[in-house]
């Protein structure tokens, strides 16, 4: 059976930060990634990120995605790190921790790790409607993966629903490509992304309906238009259903942890709102309640990718530190660093729904 | 009102607060910044990007920009650096009496070229006025466009994009 020091499942931007950081350490890492290429969702983002310069504030997205790519071969070619593309890891096995994955389809493997950092992501959410399962009706994420990884365009005008930071990101990458917005729905008063996001959208004359939903997809094979209405502070449906000319309906409606593996491994898990989902309690070095479990990015937690990076070096500094492999000093600079930098990520009013979810799971020490 | 502001459209007495000092901009060459960041998020590239200081220091990553326009040159860096494209540079400086010069991001297609007549666009993409595009820039190299437009003096606090209408025959 394959071994490894520290395997790391997922190769998003958490994943591939902590396995970087580990590698950089001297362990020897390996990652897993079930997409045919790495970056998670990092390669698909054509917007400039925010943060500070330490988390490449300013550039796009894939171009860090490519950053990250060069360590990546820096390590591959000291024979410190191996990546295993097209491979889904589909289980941990806590009698003797081993994880078997499946590659492509057809083979399958199994590798017994001494560490294990989950940067396993996220899902996308789906919210009811009739005909929500009509051809037309996309993801966000479906949306980006088609047109910023394969140059295919989903339809000539969208409905976009959410005006989190995807919703509003993919609206504007879609405006690029060409493609109309025929508007974007938002159940609450406010949208949930940055308003300076908003603010690009909305000077290229996009209406941003809040306090709106979907309440059906129109067509009859295909999605040929949608029907809006407004709702009240209790989202209930108040005034007249609105119809709107599209032929794709897009949900940005938020995402959730995928969290299959730490509940196999019996990680201790807890369901809170503010992180989107159900998430593993942790440590503040992303150590889950099983001593030989790390998790990162928005499998611990759905945030943006800034964090997730930061998050994915904590873990893999915390996993090698285990392996003792790490000075005192080392460790404690590198820590403090990184949690300086995630403190200052969630300072702000965003960050505000982050900070009171983390205090929920959170513990200072496992006992 | 707040509704409107909820959706991404700065508003009445918001504005107010990010246009320049009035007799320094009157006078000064090149132009002065305008930032549109209202809301607190973990954000500093345009203070990074700022070659005189004028964007100071950020005590704290998710305070919002503060301008020293007395340093501000009006060069546009950071209209191409702010992921956000929150900044816009206004020279009243420039050109006839009723004129003024925009440097604007620009992230779309098709590209503009200098000479060409473009819409002017308020904060909802409603039509301001014509402007001509005299000169396009890519201060980082890296996709994002500043667009120098003539446009009417007294809309550089409605104009805030351009669209760019190109006929086939070109």
């Known amino acids: 059976m394959q071994t490894t020091e520290i395997l790391v499942i997922g190769g998003g931007p958490a994943g591939l930060s902590a396995a970087l950081e580990a590698a950089s350490l001297g362990a020897d890492v390996t990652v897993l990634d079930s997409d045919l290429k790495l970056g998670g969702q990092l390669i698909k983002q054509t917007h400039k990120f925010f943060g500070s310069k330490a988390e490449y504030a300013g550039t796009r997205g894939f171009e860090i995605a490519n950053f990250l790519f060069d360590e990546i071969e820096k390590y591959k070619t000291l024979g410190k790190l191996k990546v295993f593309t097209n491979t889904t890891a589909t289980g941990y096995y806590k009698e003797d921790g081993v994880v078997s994955y499946m590659v492509g389809e057809e083979k399958y493997g199994r590798i017994k790790p001494q560490k294990l950092v989950f940067a396993t992501g996220a899902q996308e959410r789906l919210i009811p409607f009739v005909n929500n399962d009509m051809p037309g009706v996309y993801g966000a994420g479906a949306i980006q993966t088609l047109m910023n990884v394969y140059g295919i365009v989903p339809g000539e005008k969208v409905l976009m629903i959410g005006a989190g930071n995807i919703g509003l990101i993919v609206s504007y990458q879609l405006m690029q490509a060409g493609i109309k917005i025929a508007g974007i729905v938002e159940a609450m008063p406010k949208i949930g992304g940055y308003w300076v996001h908003a603010a690009k959208i909305r000077r290229l004359g996009v209406p941003i309906y809040l306090q709106h939903t979907i309440k059906e997809a129109l067509g009859n094979n295909v999605v040929e238009g949608a029907v809006i209405q407004e709702v009240n502070n209790c989202f209930q449906p108040v005034g007249d259903p609105m119809e709107v000319e599209c032929d794709t309906i897009c949900l940005a409606v938020g995402l959730t942890p995928t969290c299959e593996l730490l509940w196999s491994a019996g990680c201790e898990m807890k369901f809170v709102p503010q992180l989107c989902g159900y998430v593993a309690r942790r440590d503040p070095m992303m150590r889950t309640s099983h001593p030989d479990i790390w998790v990162a990015g928005d499998a611990a937690g759905i945030e943006e990718a800034s964090a997730a990076m930061v998050e994915g070096r904590i873990a893999g500094l915390s996993a090698v530190a285990s392996l003792n492999h790490v000075s005192q000093e080392t460790f404690y600079d590198r820590s403090a660093e990184y949690h300086q930098r995630l403190e200052n990520l969630r300072a702000g009013e965003v960050g505000e729904k982050i900070r009171s979810g983390l205090s929920c799971v959170c513990c200072k020490q496992w006992g | ?170």
């Open chain 2, 1 to 170: 009102m707040d509704k409107l502001f909820n959706s991404g459209v700065l508003t009445a007495e918001r504005i107010e607060t990010v246009i320049p000092p009035r007799d320094l901009w009157k006078t000064k060459k090149n132009g002065l910044v305008i930032i549109e960041c209202p809301q607190r998020i973990p954000c500093n590239p345009c203070y990074e990007s700022c070659p005189t200081g004028a964007i100071l220091p950020f005590e704290d990553i998710n305070d919002t920009p503060v301008v020293d326009y007395t340093k501000c040159i009006g060069c546009g860096r950071c209209v191409a650096k702010c992921p956000g494209l929150a900044c816009f540079v206004a020279d009243l400086t420039w050109g006839a009496e009723n004129e003024a010069l925009m440097k604007l991001p620009y992230e779309m297609l098709p590209k503009p070229e200098p000479g060409d007549e473009v819409v002017c666009l308020d904060r909802i993409g409603s039509e301001v006025s014509q402007g001509k595009v005299i000169n396009i820039t890519e201060p980082w190299e890296d996709s994002t466009m500043v667009v120098h437009v003539v446009v009417p003096k007294d809309r550089v606090m409605d104009i805030r994009n351009i669209k760019v209408v190109k006929n086939n025959a070109r």
